[in-house]
């Protein structure tokens, strides 16, 4: 991997406007900080070769040699990414009722492991003040309060690097397709440091077309009168919706999709991955049932989790019906074939030459069968 | 004993130019001083603070320098002497009232010590103080030497009260600062008991009421300011502060003013045989000019030279005197800053008048030293002595507050910015305050400029706006620019940086303290208290405290309208209090620092930059230097790889 | 008083802000006042007390009153209590015969301590200055001033080296008067003592040279 240091992390990715805000450079040193969302640099830093750059998932990310490293295999054309299963889930009779997003399965998952003792500490998102917040907990019964999706980006892996500093070692976290490329990136200590060996353990990543832009969403909210605090959750209702739905301590809330929309985060539009490729395995929600879940098993390590959880009735596991699946593979190749078009014109991809830097890197012969 | 009591005539003493002219107020009687802190100006009402009691005088440092003339002016009202003391700037700020003054006179002798800084050795402007006395019409004294410094300070209280008007008494940085012999005066007994007679007739300068101007009738108040002046002119005619040293018939005539006539004689000597056919006028009132005397001077030699600071004040008054003579003397050549002899900027030194006589008289001086060896000591200063740019001090507050601000509004990442003013915090413009300061103007300026700022919502600024003041900054300019920004809504973020007293002057205290000049015990006026009583959200923090002030700057900033003010409350580390004992002993683990690795970079030696700690680069380790650290223990909290430990000082 | 004592005899103490140049300036004047001399004494303070370079002018006089600015190379004598400001100093005002007393301590300008700047060794700076002035003189002042436990009184040891030289009339009877008025009565103690060790320093220095450097011939 060709890997530089803060300065062309600041030129590359935050003032180019490619940043998502994951939070993969922040807390590693003192030099980058997140705040309402946004990544910033502090005071200028010097170093050649950072881990800053490293984790990026926005700079110079080889997806062969990621791919090789976690699934054994360099990157293919797969729409939904590399796999092993795909199956309709729910949290199952092991677990209680909680403002789940969808099926639960997320908040399942995380109770089981940490309750298994297969991780110490997992980061999750919360809202604190109506703003989400990344959360770092050690308790399974402290998954639950952090059901529910906040639509905005969040530095989920700025908690995931404390958790490092702090000591853990068996650490599984949420992550939106970027933080999971930055968690993959990580979990493969690209600068072969000793002291960074594995700190990662199990990365559940969540399906992501678009995330917002921390500041315009609060704004948003407010401008309509809404009290951050009182939103308990947020919705977007399967098509023909085209709705936000936004449900308060005083009610429902609908706002136009395409208001919302024009709020995501510019970054998002660099974005190839709606299924978080990278992680070991990935949910989201089964269009048209408000209860349930898709999950993708990636990793063998996902696949015995998954039916661990699925033994010890923490989910409940279906076959996948092939039109959902289809639909699913659908919207993942739409994504991807826009964002690597967008990459691809502006020289993002592959790029050769000195002082010439890519976003990604993959096999041309990939590339072509995925934009053609 | 002080000095300033000693009662020993004709004793010589090693005195302070601000000593000098304390004691020559306290020889001629005085009563009353007041004066707002500014560099060079105030030891002189230090000094005359400590003798307050002994002394029986009132000595204030005032809210700001205004008010300490209005102060002063009531003494004189009341028939006591007053003195008040500020540094170039304050008379900007006092000007509107002393331009009232003038015209209304003064009754008990008072004089004004403005103390100008050429080369703003101390300062952020080099503003010649002496166009005032012009433009106020009231004499002006540039005393030459520290024994002087004392005799005219003496002398000005009587010539006040001659000619009833206050009269402007200037010194410099290097007069105020630098130290010589002073054969000490008498020191008169006795009290003058004060009263205000005020049921006089209207313009009855002894008993009526005391009223600038008449409206619509300057010819009474005005002419009469007038005629005081015109009497000046006539003592200084013969004033021994004026005095001619040199040849009969010089071929050069240096008309000098202020400690500029010491440096003058000193190029005069540094110039040899060349020096003997140069002559020193040396000028001790420069306004109004005695006419007759400079006439009588001026008409002995052909070539002119003036030589003072800043601004060419007393040449180009002279000039316009010679403008009137020219038919009977004939043309001369003047040189000065208006031939470009010498620079209107910046100090003046012997050297540089040496080299414009050379000039003028077109000889050569002889070097001082072997050629080769300025050049070989030059070239070896350029390597081994590297350039030394101000720093906040260890353990300074201000380094942990600019941390904390810099941080915040990196991390906003709006492009916000800081409106900064005058103190030791101005230095934040630069890296050792994270280069944070945006614009520095005057005293409150910050604020002004913020709240202007804050306003322009409207044609779509959206960075978000913070202003910085001192404490005793607060009190003097800052209120208004606040309570300004209230009423009209501007939105902005007002950080108070609260060291407890007038630090960059050296400690005086201000009206939030709990003790005046005298070190009577003075009720405090709270800053919180002013700033909540004006309907502003207030916060107080330790900026120490790094964490919570970066919160809560976050915070405010996110807040969209209006004005908020974040006290960060923390003495000065060279206050008497933090001087006496460190907090912490703080150490570096060796073994925990992560030096130039990723993960650090060497933020405190390389960013934080407390000239407390330094880089062993043998070791590759940062360390600190116990001579230097004050044991604030702010740079453990930043330490990422927590090399850093404290523990609390024994 | 000295007779023939240059006209006006010209001393520098330099420093950084903070190191107690100006205390140290305004003993020195004392003891010579009370010895006589008219003296003036040049000096900043204020923003350039915030780890600036500071610079005190002496100028030592049997009865006139000098300017406060000594004019350039003409030093006589250059205390200087951190090894680089000697070294401005020497540039400016020096020249080779000028007595030149340096305190072996660094204390690092912001530059420096951030990188960039280079602060050379202090071995560097001592050869640098003996290449300029052969009968220059290095002391541990700061560290005997440890060793006394005030390490702020490494102004004091200087001025003890300086009264050594013998070059002024700087007795230990005056310097106690002056530093008795400047010094809190607590510390007046330690005064003395680093004052002292300043003598004591300059005499081993001396001890260790091969050809006695003081009195040196002065120019006129
Ligand atoms: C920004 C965003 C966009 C999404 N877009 C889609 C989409 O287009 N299509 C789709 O099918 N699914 C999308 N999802 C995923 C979906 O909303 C659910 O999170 C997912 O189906 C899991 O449901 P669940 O019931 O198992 O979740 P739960 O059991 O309720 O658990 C949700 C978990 O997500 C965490 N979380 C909440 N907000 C965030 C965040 N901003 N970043 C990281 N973690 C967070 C919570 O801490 C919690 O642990 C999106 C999620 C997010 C956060
Ligand atoms: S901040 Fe800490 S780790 Fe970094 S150089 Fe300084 S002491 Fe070492
Ligand atoms: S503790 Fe650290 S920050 Fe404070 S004075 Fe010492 S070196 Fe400086």
Known sequence: MNIFGPKELMEDVILAGRCTGCGACVDICPYFGSHMGKTAMLFPCTIARGRCFASCPRAEVDLDLLSEKTFGAPYAEVPVGSHRKIFVSRSGARIGNANYQAGGTVSALLSFVLEKGIIDAAVLVDRQEGLPRPRRITEPQEVLSCASSSFAAVPVISELNRAVRDGYRRIGTVATPCQAVAAALIRINPLNEDEFINPLSFIIGLFCTWALDL????????????????????????????????????????????????????????????????ADVSVGMLEGSAGKNILIIRTPFGEEIAEKAREERYIVLDEIPPEQLRNLERAAAAKKRRALLKLKKEGLLNTAGKGKRACFRLRPEILEKLIG | MSLLLKNKEGDKRLLMGNEAIARGAIEAG??????????????????????????????????????????????????????????????????????????????????LVPCDDPGALSSVNEGDARFFARMLEVPLLEPGDFQEAKDMTRWAFALSEEIRNFVVLRSVTRLSHASGMVSLGKIPRGRTQAQFRHAGALLDPESGPMISCLPGAPQFTHRRQQDKIRTAREIFETSPFNYYEGPRRPEVLIVASSICSLYSREAIAMLGKAGKKCGLLKMGTTWPLPEKFLQKHLSSAEKIVFVEEVLPFLEENVLMLAGRWTRGKGPKSYYGKNSGTLPSYGEMNPDLIAEALGKVLAVRRRPVRPESFAAKAGAFADNAAPRRELTFCPGCPHRASFWSIHSALKLDGREGFVCGDIGCYTLAAFPTGFNSLRTVHSMGSGAGLAGGFGRLRAFGLRQPILAVCGDSTFFHAAVPALINAVHHQADLTMVILDNRGTAMTGFQPHPGLPVNA?????????????????????????????????????????????????????????????????????????????????????????????????????????????????????????CPAGAILKEDAV | MKPGLKNPFNLIVTGVGGQGNVLASRILGNMLALGGFQITIGETFGASQRGGSVMSHIRISPGSTWSPQIPKGCA??????????????????????????????????????????????????????????????????????????????????????????????????????AADKFAGSDSLDYNLKAFDAGRRLFQTAMSRRSRPAYPVTRRS
């Not at chain 1, 449900?247 to 999709?257: E, Q």
């Not at chain 3, 300086?162 to 106690?176: E, G, V």
């Open chain 1, 215 to 278: 500041r315009s969403m609060t704004a948003l909210f407010s401008g309509r009168g809404l009290d951050l605090r009182s939103v308990i959750r947020c919705d977007v209702p399967p098509p023909p919706a085209e709705k936000f739905e936004i449900v308060t301590g005083g009610g429902k809330h609908d706002i136009p999709l395409q208001e919302v929309r024009d709020l995501t985060s510019p970054a998002c539009a660099w974005c190839p991955d709606m299924t978080s490729e990278f």
């Open chain 2, 30 to 111: 005085l009563a009353v001083a007041t004066g707002y802190p500014g560099t060079p100006s105030s030891e002189i009402i230090e000094n005359l603070s400590r003798i307050s009691r002994q002394a029986g005088i009132y000595v204030e440092w005032s809210v700001n320098e205004k008010v300490a003339a209005e102060a002063a002016a009531a003494a004189s009202f009341a028939g006591l002497r007053s003195l008040c003391v500020m540094k170039q700037n304050g008379v900007n700020v006092a000007s509107d009232f002393l331009l009232h003054l003038a015209e209304s006179g003064t009754r008990g002798g008072m004089v």
């Open chain 2, 518 to 638: 005298m070190q009577e015990s003075a009720p405090p006026v709270e800053i919180e208290n002013i700033c909540r009583g004006i309907g502003v959200e207030t916060e107080i923090r330790d900026p120490f405290d790094l964490k919570g002030t970066r919160d809560a700057l976050l915070s405010f900033l996110e807040k969209k309208e209006g004005a908020r003010v974040l006290i960060l409350r923390q003495a000065c580390s060279l206050s008497p209090e933090k001087k006496k004992k460190n907090s912490f002993k703080v150490r570096v683990d060796e073994n925990a620092c992560r030096g130039e690795r990723c993960g650090c970079n060497r933020l405190c030696t390389r960013i934080f930059r407390c000239p407390g700690l330094y880089w062993d680069n043998r070791k590759q380790v940062a360390r600190i230097d116990d001579v230097v650290c004050a044991g604030c223990g702010v740079c453990a909290s930043i």
């Open chain 3, 76 to 177: 006589d004598a250059i205390v200087a209590l951190e090894p680089a400001e000697g070294v401005r100093v020497l540039s400016d005002y020096g020249h080779d015969k000028v007595c030149f007393i340096s305190n072996t301590r660094p204390v690092y300008p912001a530059g420096v301590i951030a990188g960039g700047a280079v602060y050379p060794p202090i071995e560097e700076i001592r050869s640098g200055v003996l290449s300029l002035v052969p009968d220059a003189l290095f002391i541990d002042a700061t560290e005997e001033a440890i060793k006394l436990g005030r390490p702020i009184l490494g102004n004091i040891v200087m001025i003890g080296a300086l009264a050594a030289t013998r070059l002024l009339p700087l007795d230990r009877k005056k310097f106690r008067v």
